[in-house]
């Protein structure tokens, strides 16, 4: 069984920065998929950046140099610095995960973050 939990949100003004982290446990494997996604009051969960095991990443355009994903295999940890936050980052975000070995798919709880302008 796959968890994941999430923690770093929090209330921030605009233009500051915020760090989430994302704690895997159980048989995530090494070959795997994980991101983070959002979703806004009334809108639909969107991806906001994700790695692979390798390393290589992917953006929403909306987030690109301002936010980095990173994970530490080590650990099963994936974080996600976020700089320059403006209004419309204000969303719950989740953690997932993709186990290639599995064909499974895993949810954090969510985290909300809040910006104000």
């Known amino acids: 069984q796959v968890q994941l939990v999430e923690s770093g949100g929090g209330l921030v003004q605009a233009g500051g920065s915020l760090r989430l982290s994302c704690a895997a446990s159980?048989?995530?494997?090494?070959?795997?998929?994980m991101g983070w996604y959002r979703q806004a009051p009334g809108k639909q969960r969107e991806l906001v950046a994700a790695?692979?095991?390798?390393?290589?990443?992917n953006y929403a355009d909306s987030v690109k140099g301002r936010f980095i994903i990173s994970r530490d295999n080590a650990k099963n940890t994936l974080y996600l610095q976020m700089n320059s936050l403006k209004p419309e980052d204000t969303a719950v975000y989740y953690c997932?995960?993709?186990?290639?070995?599995?064909?499974?798919?895993?949810w954090g709880q969510g985290t909300q973050v809040t910006v104000s302008s």
């Open positions: 997932n995960v993709v186990v290639i070995a599995l064909k499974s798919n895993y």
């Open positions: 159980g048989s995530i494997f090494s070959n795997n998929v």
């Open positions: 790695i692979i095991s390798g390393g290589s990443t």
